[in-house]
């Protein structure tokens, strides 16, 4: 498959040409500035080698030219760098709007996915060729990062915060799912992998085993099984707000400030509710911290998410994550 | 001063007194040095040792070689040792100790007292910290990321922490005295702009741990605090944020990387001038890149955090300020190198060390710049591209500058002189171990390879077997000076007061220097690094 000796990884993204493109650049210039000053330390110091012990060699105390034009023409090549890199960071930050969402959580030491139709795996991932997927990611311990080398992507994923990362695969196969952050005794065995397979095939992984349960339809159980519904009402009867139609707004709070309702506030919300009440409301609502874990929360935030697809309201704010952003169109 | 050149002057420091006493008790900034060169070998040794292990266990990719928790705990043992207590007081406690009264024309440092002072402070520090990684040892990484090192790590971070938090009291002080003989205690004639370049990377380096190291104090004992009395300032759980841990480390943590380079840059522009036997080219831009790396230095930390999930105009800010730090350190490479043009170039060990220097510097420079384009950095964060990027620095940069100028102070220092080709055997050695040992890591970062990895894919075993047999000539490299420099303080030669023919006040003095270094007060008439005319006091031959 890959050569015994490779000096490159293999790109199997749409980001890996791009991202190899600019370390390349970056390598050549780079490159030709060591060379030359390799060349030009080696050429000085056998052309001018001491002959003798009286050698007094006659001053030169700098030159203001030369100093000028070695401080600017590597700032400008600089600013190339850094004006690359940050197009492709902004590119690598935004999943563009179709991609399907997979959540992941880090835990010491295996990788917990789940796919918007339900299906749950561990430290594999099935993803369909040319589809793109946005990855939102938290942790149930410690940091983790996730990262493929093939996909040249890597994010941290963090206890208490969703981070969002993408790709799309651009290559069938398998390939190296690492994590780069360290997290203990296990960190090196926390690996996995993600398999990139034909969409019709991708549907036939999809539909064996048993039929799962999608996030929104098992958040909206546990909504009624931890008894929110009998707080939070469709109508504004309930002790707490509506929760219709709020996610992706934003919410006006006691203190007079605006929050907007992401998927972070919903989490503060069940786990502190106290930290940030909404304007109008008594901070009575009990903690859920130690009843729910992190796969249980996602899919509360899931469901949340969902009950605006039926008010009549403008679609979510693009820059609040999602964990179950594909779920929400079926 | 008319001696014989054969032998040792009449009365020196060192012969001020031979008993325990006289060393323990000394307050004189030569001694202190002693003291501190004999501590950091020790902790240099053992860091070393660690290194070892870390590349014995990566032999193999299955990691069958010991287990994961002796792994971890060998390469935080191999960062903690290596960064707080070696590569941090290197140059400065050292060479910075002995150098600078005698750089400036002054007895001593302002402080002497404060000076033993802060060795002792280093002495607690480093023994908490070596007790806490002997007895159940330490498993957090050097960094200490939370939540990790707060809630789940099972070791012995609070008593390591105590130990960095106290050491970072000796960097304080020893950084306080540094700024204060600057200023206060320069002979008379010697102007801001005739000082060596040696002490202006000081008087950088100084501002950095007096304005930095506070910060690192308070984070590592708030870590400290959170694992033994539960408050929550970086657990989520308990309401605390992990990546304010990031901020408050890194904040620290990468202005220290010039706490280790700019005093080797120090060095290397005393060599550089001296074994070219002409003025450094561009005196005050190189003095002033110092400053300028100090300042913007402070304004680069977050760049670590790019994959951590921060805003991405953030992001932006500090990718440019990264890449603007590199303009100053390019600067002082193409002085240097321009220094040699028309000189008068001489191939003795220390300047073999420069040589190396700022090969190996420069390209742990360059590969920073991947580091600084944030969409590379996606990709290379946390592979052994980084490790490699930072060892050609603190290795191939502040080691290889620690050694060049331990070479080319030594006859100061020890008044005796070294066997040379002892010296350029071992300094080929260290070039050639060093880069056996690190290239290869930049092509398994590439390759995608994570760091603070027990095992690995069996694609990467070639490349980590290249980086082992490197780390073995590397060691070899390292105890032929070891051996020869502790060998030339009984049997050396007497160097004479100035072997190199070399210009600056701590070579007008005799070798070794007296207690208090100038029979009378020097007074400067000429600017620095005059190599067209020749020193007052003749080489010996």
């Known amino acids: 498959m890959s050569p015994a000796f490779p000096l490159a990884p293999e790109r199997a993204s749409s980001v890996a040409g791009e991202v190899d493109a600019l370390f390349l ?37 700098g030159s203001l030219a030369l100093e000028l034009a070695w401080t600017v023409i590597p700032f400008l090549l600089m600013i190339a760098m850094f004006a690359w890199g940050a197009k492709l960071f902004f590119h690598l930050h935004r999943p563009p709007d179709d991609a399907m969402s997979v959540s992941v959580v880090g835990k010491r030491w295996m990788w917990k996915l789940q796919h918007p139709t339900g299906q749950r795996e561990i430290n594999e991932l099935h993803v369909p060729v040319g589809r793109a997927v946005k990855l939102v990611l938290t942790s149930e311990d410690a940091i983790h990062s996730f990262f493929v080398p093939a996909f040249r992507i890597k994010k941290d994923a963090v206890p208490g915060r969703y981070n969002i990362a993408w790709f799309r695969a651009t290559k069938t196969g398998s390939f190296h799912l690492f994590c780069a952050e360290y997290c203990g005794t296990q960190h090196s065995r926390m690996i996995g992998r993600v398999v990139v397979m034909e969409p019709e095939e991708y549907q036939v992984w999809l539909a064996g085993g048993r039929a799962p349960e999608s996030p929104v339809l098992a958040g909206e ?108 169109s079926r | 001063m008319s001696r014989e050149p054969r032998s040792l002057p009449a009365e020196h420091y060192l012969k001020a007194g031979w008993d325990l006493k006289s060393w323990l008790l000394t307050t004189d900034h030569k001694r202190i040095g002693l003291l501190y060169l004999v501590s950091i070998t020790l902790m240099f040794a053992i860091g070393s040792l660690y290194a070892g292990i870390v590349r014995f266990n990566l032999l193999v990719p299955d990691g069958s070689q010991m287990s994961a928790e002796a792994y971890n705990k060998a390469f935080t043992g191999h960062g903690v040792v290596m960064v707080f207590f070696f590569l941090i007081p290197s140059i400065p406690a050292t060479l910075g100790n002995f150098l600078i009264p005698l750089m400036i024309g002054a007895k001593d440092l302002a402080f002497p007292r404060i000076n033993l002072l802060s060795w002792y402070i280093y002495l607690v520090g480093a023994a908490l910290t070596m007790w806490a990684l002997l007895t159940g040892g330490l498993e957090t990484g050097w960094t200490f990321y939370t939540p990790y090192s707060t809630v789940f790590a099972e070791s012995n971070v609070e008593l390591a922490a105590i130990g960095i938090f106290v050491a970072g009291f000796s960097s304080i002080l020893t950084g306080l005295n540094f700024i204060v003989t600057i200023h206060k205690m320069r002979a008379p004639g010697l102007s801001w702009f005739r000082l060596p370049l040696f002490v202006w990377a000081h008087y950088a380096t100084s501002i950095i741990q007096v ?7 308070i984070t590592i004992l708030l870590v400290a605090l959170e694992r033994i009395f539960h408050f929550g300032f970086f657990d989520p759980n308990r309401g605390g944020d992990p990546i304010l841990f ?64 921060m805003a991405v105009y953030a992001a932006m800010v500090f990718s440019a300020l990264s890449f603007l730090v590199a303009v100053p350190s390019a600067i002082k490479t193409f002085n240097w190198t321009a220094t040699l043009y028309r000189g008068s170039v001489k191939w003795d060990t220390p300047m073999i060390y420069v040589f190396c220097f700022i090969g190996l510097f420069l390209i742990g420079g360059l590969t920073g710049l991947f580091l600084a384009s944030l969409g590379v950095d996606v990709h290379l964060t946390d592979t052994y591209f980084v490790v490699a990027h930072f060892h050609y620095i603190m290795v191939g940069g502040a080691i290889m500058g620690y050694l060049g100028g331990l070479h080319f102070w030594w006859p100061k220092i020890t008044g005796r002189q070294y066997v040379e080709a002892w010296g350029k055997v071992s300094s080929l050695l260290v070039f050639v171990g060093f880069n056996l040992t690190f290239f290869p890591q930049f092509v398994l970062g590439y390759l995608g390879m994570p760091r603070r990895y027990h095992a690995y894919p069996e694609e990467f075993q070639i490349l980590n077997v290249l980086s082992t047999a490197g780390a073995t000539i590397l060691g070899f490299g390292y105890l032929f000076p070891f051996s020869y ?57």
Request: glycine share 8%; charged share 15%.
């Open chain 1, 25 to 61: 650049f970056i390598l050549g210039v780079t490159g030709l500035v060591a060379l030359g000053i390799w060349i030009a330390l080696f050429y000085f110091a056998i052309r001018y080698r001491r002959r003798s012990d009286d050698e007094r060699p006659a001053e030169i105390h």
């Open chain 1, 221 to 328: 159980k546990l909504f009624s099984e931890l008894n929110c519904i009998t707080c939070h009402r469709p109508d504004d009867a309930g002790r707490g707000p509506v929760l219709d139609g709020i996610f992706g707004r934003p919410v006006r709070l006691a203190g007079g400030e605006r929050v907007l309702a992401d998927a972070a506030y919903v989490r503060e919300s069940i786990l502190s509710p106290a930290a940030r009440v909404t304007a109008g409301y008594q901070p009575v609502m009990p903690t859920y911290q130690g009843q729910v874990n992190e796969e249980q929360l996602i899919a509360l935030i899931a469901y949340i998410e969902s009950l605006q697809v039926q008010s009549a309201g403008a679609p979510a704010g693009r820059a609040s994550p999602s964990p179950a952003k594909g779920a929400r």
């Open chain 2, 211 to 217: 304005l930095g190291t506070p910060v690192i104090a």
């Open chain 2, 246 to 309: 990031q901020h408050l480390f890194w904040f620290y943590s990468h202005p220290a990387v010039y706490i280790m380079i700019l005093p080797s840059m120090g060095v290397i522009s005393e060599i550089v001038t001296c074994f070219s036997r002409k003025r450094i080219f561009g005196y005050s831009f190189i003095a002033m890149s110092s400053l300028a790396i100090a300042a913007i230095g402070f304004l680069v930390w977050a760049h670590h955090l790019f994959v951590s999930g």
């Open chain 2, 485 to 541: 420099l502790t060998h030339s303080v009984f049997r050396g030669e007497p160097a004479g007061d100035n072997p190199w023919g070399a210009k600056g006040l701590e070579w007008t003095t005799q070798s070794p220097p007296t207690t208090h270094n100038f029979d009378e007060v020097p007074v400067v008439t000429e600017e620095p690094y005059d190599y067209a005319s020749p020193p007052k006091e003749a080489a010996r031959v």
